[in-house]
Structure formats: C-alpha cells, structure tokens
C-alpha cells in the first residue's frame, strides 16, 4: 500500500521561505513520477509543481515559476518543494501525489499537470502566508 506522508508547512510571513517534504512507502519510489497540488479555501485543488521519476524533468505552475524548486533524493524516497518570496496568495493545504502508473517518457507537463496521471495522496500540509 503506497503511502505519503507530507511535512514541513506553516505560518510564515510574506517574503520568507519554507521546504515541504513527502515521504513515501509502499512501493519502488524512483519508478514514478511526483507532483504537489495546493487547494486554497473555497477553491479548487490545483497544481504546483511536477518532477519525473529521475528528477531531471520538472515543471511548475505559472504562479510559481521562479520561486518554487522542486527535488527529489529517490535514496531517501522524499521529494521536496522548496518554497521562496512566499506571498499570502500561497496560503493553502498543500498536498503531495505519486503517479499511478509508470508514463516514463511521455512525461510532460500536461500528464504532470493533471491530478487524473496521480493515483496516491497525501493527507496534506497546512501552508500560511501572512501579509
């Protein structure tokens, strides 16, 4: 049974940093791909940012692009989303997902992008920002 386990979120000021981190068990980390959504209050889950099953393909929402990296250590089975310049419109439950089946190649930012290419969730990280 694949289980992700998410850490690292807070209350923080504007401008400051945070490191979220998604630990998972289950099953060979390093075959799949990974992603982090965030759902605000009264809206819509939505993605962040994605990775592939090596860590050399990401891709990342256009609100976040160029302050938020994503990582993953596939020997520690952990992924990071490193958060930068946090604004108050950052504030959400910030949740990490793991590809349900192995797309190797065919990863791009629409499948990376889409909650439908996830088949495992965590249970969420609270993230927020102050103005």
């Known amino acids: 049974q694949v289980q992700l386990v998410e850490s690292g979120g807070g209350l923080v000021q504007a401008g400051d940093s945070l490191r979220l981190s998604c630990v998972a068990s289950?099953?060979?980390?390093?075959?799949?791909?990974m992603g982090w959504f965030r759902q605000a209050p009264g809206k819509e889950r939505e993605f962040v940012a994605t990775?592939?099953?090596?860590?050399?393909?990401?891709y990342f929402a256009d609100s976040v692009k160029g302050r938020f990296s994503i990582s993953r250590e596939n020997a520690k089975n952990t992924m990071y989303l490193q958060m930068k310049s946090l604004k108050p419109e950052d504030t959400a439950v910030y949740y990490c997902?793991?590809?349900?089946?192995?797309?190797?190649?065919?990863?791009?930012?629409?499948?990376?992008?889409?909650?439908?290419?996830?088949?495992?969730w965590g249970q969420g990280t609270q993230v927020t920002v102050s103005s």
């Open positions: 997902a793991a590809e349900l089946s192995p797309i190797g190649s065919a990863w791009s930012r629409a499948t990376g992008g889409s909650p439908g290419t996830y088949g495992y």
């Open positions: 289950g099953r060979t980390f390093s075959n799949y791909g």
């Open positions: 990775i592939n099953w090596s860590g050399r393909t990401t």
